[in-house]
């Protein structure tokens, strides 16, 4: 996505605009889109900024606060299936899926690889 005009150009557009210039010509002058400005009075009527909005990263992980700190612990209590995880996050009430899990556990260093012999690998490795 492309960064949001300055606040600078919208105030020289909404200020064209108010001194009696129409919308068309306040955007042919300042080399904009003729709706960007309608916008950005609107936005400043309803708000009293022309500050842009966020661009993404509105959402919030599910799996994080208390919820990462229980799921930490558990992951290292005991083996664990990240399909048996999603069935145990299921039965507290907590809607997840699979790849969320994974990769919780990825970030937390928690996951594993199995050697052919179905065992972690390194666990008995280097035994004598």
Same mark, same amino acid.
């Given at each position: 996505m492309t960064r /949001?005009?300055?606040?600078?150009? !919208?105030e020289? =557009? @909404? +200020?064209l605009v108010e001194a009696g210039m129409t919308i068309r010509e306040a955007a042919e002058a300042l080399s904009i889109s003729a709706s960007c400005v309608p916008k950005w009075r609107a936005l400043q009527q309803r708000t009293g900024s022309l500050s842009p909005g966020k661009i993404g990263g509105h959402k919030k992980r599910t799996l994080s606060g208390e919820l990462a700190e229980w799921l930490k612990r558990r992951?290292?209590? =005991?083996?664990?299936?990240?399909? &048996?995880? %999603? =069935?145990?996050? =299921?039965?507290?009430?907590?809607?997840?899926?699979? !790849? +969320? %899990?994974? @990769?919780?556990?990825?970030?937390? #260093?928690?996951?594993?690889?199995? #050697?052919?012999? &179905?065992?972690? +690998?390194?666990?008995?490795?280097?035994? /004598?």
């Amino acid at each position: 996505m492309t960064r /949001p005009y300055s606040i600078d150009l !919208r105030e020289r =557009a @909404v +200020a064209l605009v108010e001194a009696g210039m129409t919308i068309r010509e306040a955007a042919e002058a300042l080399s904009i889109s003729a709706s960007c400005v309608p916008k950005w009075r609107a936005l400043q009527q309803r708000t009293g900024s022309l500050s842009p909005g966020k661009i993404g990263g509105h959402k919030k992980r599910t799996l994080s606060g208390e919820l990462a700190e229980w799921l930490k612990r558990r992951m290292r209590e =005991a083996a664990f299936t990240l399909r &048996g995880l %999603v =069935a145990e996050l =299921a039965e507290q009430g907590i809607k997840t899926d699979t !790849r +969320a %899990v994974w @990769v919780f556990a990825h970030e937390q #260093n928690l996951s594993f690889k199995k #050697n052919r012999a &179905g065992r972690r +690998a390194g666990s008995s490795r280097h035994r /004598p």
